[in-house]
């Protein structure tokens, strides 16, 4: 009895003192910066797998420009990923905030691509009415006797000259 109360304090002392799995890096990035830099780079990733030859005429590397636009270099955004990582937690909130900010975007976006299919239904239809309408004209009835009457003033005035 005596050793399996020993071992349950020793399993409650170990459960309590509880160790960071991973050491706070020096240079800490906080965490509204660090989902700014997630949300940048999954908008790249989604470019890389969409439309790969998009990317293929930037020279530079994009992960290098937007490590650069925060003014990270890539050790410590690493560093700090693996950080903010060991905490299953808080980097599930962290993705949640890139998903729900993604999300805005993908709704504002897709509205934006319904209005232009609007547009250009519009003006197809436009075209439409336009060609079906010289098409379904009937050609003027030109009068047989106007067009002999003009021929023959025409050769009276050349037999003048």
Known sequence: MKNFIVILLVLFLSISCKKDVVKQPEKLIEKDKMIDIM????????MR???????????????????????????????????????????????????????????AADSLAKIDEKKAAKESKKKTAVSKDSISKPAPKVNDDSIRRARMQMRDRTKKL
């Open 39 to 46: 949300y940048d780079l999954s908008l790249l990733e989604a």
């Open 49 to 107: 797998y969409q439309k790969p030859l998009s990317l293929d005429s930037i020279d530079n590397d994009p992960t290098k420009y937007i490590l650069k636009k925060y003014k990270v270099d890539s050790l410590q955004f690493a560093q700090n990923n693996m950080y903010y990582a060991s905490d299953y937690d808080s980097y599930k909130d962290m993705f949640d905030e890139v998903n729900k900010r993604i999300s805005i975007v993908q709704r």
